[in-house]
């Protein structure tokens, strides 16, 4: 049982360019979140997930995009890499909503846009 | 719309001192998570609240929600370098598939 899995771990990207990341969970989990962290700002989300096919904003959706076509599997893209992009990417899990089902994180992916 | 802040940002203590972090929110939480996140690594979760009043501990962490389910408390006694991390509290929002986060508190413990 890895939990959640994210790669790459560390991309460093010019302006303009474009890249996936990867996020995969292997514990049968409805709901799947992206956030970022930024350095003494805490974690916003960008976009979440509630199910195969099903995927809605979070505060800070633009410059991104989510597809969400199986369970296990929720990949974020950006198109239009930005310096603004830089900061660090989180994919979490969850088994349900809210009180009784914390979120599982995978390791993070750092970002540098040069 | 409801947040969450952390205080200290940040904490030096010595090996062997307890220290406490505190997670206030703006409005009434129906569910208190803490996680403790090492550089380069993921959040771990460490205890959730969910009543008021209710207290939780593991090993030498103890987490409380106050009565009135809009402050926690992490206390942390006779800390250990492993305790070093960066301490985040977060909440789910009531009514949606959302969380939220603090700003997170960066523990140093010296040997």
């Known amino acids: 049982n890895a939990g959640v899995t994210q790669t790459p771990k560390f991309r460093i990207l010019k302006i303009g360019q474009s890249m996936t990341l990867q996020c995969t969970q292997d514990m049968n989990h409805n709901y799947m979140y992206w956030y970022r962290q930024d350095p003494g700002m805490g974690l916003k989300l960008i976009y979440y997930s509630v199910g195969a096919g099903i995927t809605d904003k979070g505060e800070v959706p633009n410059g991104y995009n989510v597809s969400r076509s199986t369970t296990e599997d929720f990949p974020l893209r950006l198109e239009l890499a930005a310096p603004s992009q830089t900061s660090v990417y989180f994919c979490a899990s969850s088994p349900g909503l809210g009180t009784y089902n914390e979120q599982f994180f995978g390791p993070g992916t750092r970002l540098t846009v040069l | 719309s409801q947040e969450l802040e952390q205080s200290p940002q940040s904490l030096i203590v010595q090996e062997g001192k307890n220290l406490t972090i505190n997670c206030t929110s703006s409005k009434t939480l129906y569910g208190l998570y803490w996680y403790k996140q090492k550089y380069g690594e993921g959040l771990i979760f460490l205890m959730m609240?969910?009543?008021?009043?209710e207290e939780k501990s593991h090993e030498k962490i103890t987490a409380k929600l106050d009565e009135k389910k809009q402050q926690s408390s992490l206390h942390i006694t006779a800390s250990q370098p492993s305790h070093a991390g960066i301490y985040l509290c977060?909440?789910?929002?009531?009514?949606?598939?959302?969380?939220?986060f603090g700003t997170g508190t960066r523990l140093k413990v010296l040997a």
């Open positions: 977060g909440a789910p929002l009531s009514g949606t598939y959302k969380y939220i």
């Open positions: 609240l969910q009543k008021g009043g």
